[in-house]
């Protein structure tokens, strides 16, 4: 079955502290990718997607993700993360062919100072 | 540019009354969805639409209905609420065109059902 994992629920980081959120997925052809942050009582808003080409790719807010086929992975990482960084971040895949997401079940991140 | 719109922001109902969540785009977006948020198990599709008109079911479809009537509105509807639709409801809309164009979401609607 198609599917994409997120299996961190909770993690928490100091302030300054490097992050990387996983996500993995299942499906037969490279896929559309993204990442979403939520933060409470908010929508979804998108931090950075992969299409093609270069598999490292630059978000917003610092963040970036790097696409690695062989592992069928899409990780989110900053190097430095600020207090306001504390969300719920979620994986999003998009199959070849077609516009339905498919949503991982979400990291939250708490950042302690 | 208000992008996606959903009203109301909050509901409480109770078991067996009927309602129905709008949601507007004011970004000319053919396709629109509906997703519910529920702790653990992330975003799950109630139902979309590719176009005026037109409507399909998502993952999760059962005890919904929608309707697209115009191209910038996406209504979801309960007919009889139950308990288990307790939930956060998000609209999304995308361009068509290319596959895996990103979503625009509204800041969601908070339902209660008693």
């Known amino acids: 079955a198609q599917s994409v994992t997120q299996p961190d629920i909770h993690?928490?980081?100091?302030?300054?502290?490097?992050?990387?959120?996983?996500?993995?997925?299942?499906?037969g052809a490279t896929?559309?990718?993204f990442w979403y942050v939520q933060s409470p009582g908010q929508g979804l808003q998108l931090l950075l997607k992969y299409f093609s080409g270069d598999t490292l790719v630059q978000g917003i807010k610092g963040f970036?993700?790097?696409?690695?086929?062989?592992?069928?992975?899409?990780?989110?990482?900053?190097?430095s993360v600020h207090w306001s960084?504390?969300?719920?971040?979620?994986?999003?895949?998009?199959?070849?062919t077609g516009n339905q997401f498919y949503f991982g079940t979400g990291t939250s991140l708490t950042v302690i100072p | 540019n208000?992008?996606?719109?959903?009203?109301?922001k909050f509901r409480v109902l109770k078991t067996g009354q009927s309602m129905t969540l709008l949601c507007a785009q004011d970004m000319n977006h053919e396709y629109m969805y509906w997703y519910r948020q529920d702790p653990g198990m992330g975003l799950r599709l109630i139902h979309y639409s590719v176009g005026e008109g037109t409507t399909a079911k998502g993952e999760v479809p059962d005890g919904y209905n929608v309707s697209?009537?115009?191209?910038?509105?996406?209504?979801?509807?309960?007919?009889?609420?139950?308990?288990?639709?307790?939930?956060?409801?998000?609209?999304?809309s995308?361009?068509?065109g290319a596959p895996g164009q990103p979503q625009h979401f509204g800041d969601g609607t908070r339902l209660s059902i008693l």
């Open chain 1, 85 to 96: 960084d504390a969300a719920e971040y979620f994986c999003a895949v998009v199959p070849g």
């Open chain 1, 64 to 79: 970036e993700a790097e696409f690695k086929r062989s592992q069928s992975s899409f990780n989110l990482r900053k190097p």
């Open chain 1, 31 to 33: 896929p559309y990718l």
């Open chain 2, 68 to 92: 697209r009537l115009k191209k910038q509105n996406f209504l979801l509807g309960l007919e009889s609420a139950a308990p288990s639709q307790t939930s956060v409801y998000f609209c999304a």
């Open chain 2, 2 to 8: 208000a992008g996606v719109t959903q009203t109301p």
């Open chain 1, 11 to 27: 993690i928490t980081v100091s302030e300054g502290a490097s992050l990387e959120l996983r996500c993995n997925y299942s499906y």
């Open chain 2, 94 to 96: 995308t361009q068509q």
